[in-house]
């Protein structure tokens, strides 16, 4: 299997889930994760027609973001220190991985810095793992209510890890429940514009994500294959 053959198969993918629960294709972003991938490999899928890319170390993002073209949207989506959040802010399409006030007023300083608007979704540990960054369910609304006042930050949705699980249906239930919080952001406000944006899926189950109504799929393995992280 090429890479092309690869993305092309995660496409159909897409495609097929769309189709199982009436959803259309359009509002279906794949994003490459292409971490520890070198961009001789991010080209290829570039131009397959692919322009967005998700990684998780801020200066791994920047190496790539300056070599490849600049149409590509860059996501942030590993857990962001504070103090790297200046390299960041002019680079990024999107940082989905928002756990901490600190952060986001960070992220908010930074931008207004720069004069630019940063488009953020916050991170819900919704399985309640130990292991993972991101706020717990019970936290959300009000956390939404702290972080969407800040000036220059753009709250357009919620993003979860999911676990590890050999079946997928196993994570069906989180996904259904992130849906449901992004539901209750959008029914307290009282203007209309929460775009409701939901980052969920990776190689595993973003089948199952977008039948749950993911906008956004992260998938990384699917596309470019096992991670080496020796290199
Ligand atoms: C690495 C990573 C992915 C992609 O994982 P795959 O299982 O390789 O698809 C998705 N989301 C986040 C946050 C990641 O760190």
Same mark, same amino acid.
């Given at each position: 299997m090429t890479l092309q053959d690869n993305y092309n198969s995660v496409n159909n993918e897409i495609k097929m889930a769309c189709e199982r629960s009436g959803r259309? +294709? @359009? @509002?279906i972003v794949l994003i490459a994760? /292409? %971490? +520890?991938?070198p961009v001789e490999m991010l080209q290829q899928i570039y131009d397959c027609g692919c322009r967005d890319f998700g990684e998780n170390k801020v200066q791994e993002l920047i190496d790539k973001y300056d070599r490849l073209p600049k149409d590509i949207r860059w996501h942030m989506i590993g857990h962001l220190q504070t103090n790297k959040v200046k390299y960041l802010v002019d680079k990024?399409?999107?940082?989905? /991985?928002? @756990?901490s006030y600190k952060l986001a007023n960070e992220i908010s300083k930074e931008a207004v810095k720069k004069g630019v608007t940063v488009k953020v979704l916050l991170e819900v540990n919704v399985a309640e793992e130990e292991s993972k960054f991101g706020i717990t369910s019970k936290e959300t609304l009000s956390f939404y209510n702290e972080v969407s006042v &800040?000036? !220059?930050? *753009?709250?357009?949705g919620l993003m979860t890890i999911a676990p590890y699980v *050999? !079946?997928? *249906? *196993?994570n069906r239930q989180y996904f259904v429940k992130l849906h449901q919080l992004n539901i209750d952001i959008a029914s307290q406000k %009282? @203007? !209309?514009?929460?775009? %409701? &944006?939901l980052s969920m899926g990776m190689t595993g189950d973003y089948q199952v994500a977008i039948e749950e109504g993911a906008t956004h799929v992260r998938v990384g393995t699917g596309i470019f294959g096992t991670r080496n992280y020796a290199i």
């Open positions: 259309n +294709t @359009d @509002d994760v /292409s %971490k +520890t991938k990024v399409y999107m940082i989905h /991985s928002v @756990d &800040l000036p !220059n930050i *753009e709250v357009c *050999e !079946n997928c *249906e *196993e %009282k @203007d !209309n514009d929460y775009r %409701k &944006l």
